[in-house]
């Protein structure tokens, strides 16, 4: 059974920084590709950060790049996102996701929530101004 279990969520003030983590379980293969998400009460869910993991390219949305990073730990099945500059409007439920690691295929569209099939329980993040 896919397992992905996201931590490092908390409240911060603006400018700040935190690291989220992603750890996967349940499946043999690796995923082709992993990303972070969020979404801010009474908005839709937005694809923030995307790393294809064979490769290691990397997408972001507009709104982060440049203060965001993500990043994995091949040997820990874990993914990172780095957020630096934090600013009020990236408080949000942050969720972790997963393309299907048995299928051997990189979505044409990975910051679409379309293309990713296993999800996160989510963590928090809440930035003060």
């Known amino acids: 059974q896919v397992q992905l279990v996201e931590s490092g969520g908390g409240s911060v003030q603006a400018g700040g920084s935190l690291r989220l983590s992603c750890a996967a379980s349940?499946?043999?293969?690796?995923?082709?590709?992993m990303g972070w998400f969020r979404q801010a009460p009474g908005k839709e869910r937005e694809g923030v950060a995307a790393?294809?993991?064979?490769?290691?390219?990397?997408y972001y949305s507009d709104s982060v790049k440049g203060r965001f990073t993500i990043s994995q730990d091949n040997a820990k099945n874990t993914v990172y996102l780095q957020m630096n500059s934090l600013k009020p409007e990236d408080t949000a439920m942050y969720y972790c996701a997963t393309v299907d690691p048995y299928r051997d295929y990189e979505p044409a569209r990975p910051l679409s929530s379309d293309s990713y099939v296993y999800w996160g329980q989510g963590t928090q993040v809440t930035v003060s101004s």
């Open positions: 790393i294809y993991t064979t490769g290691g390219s990397t």
């Open positions: 349940g499946y043999t293969y690796s995923s082709n590709c």
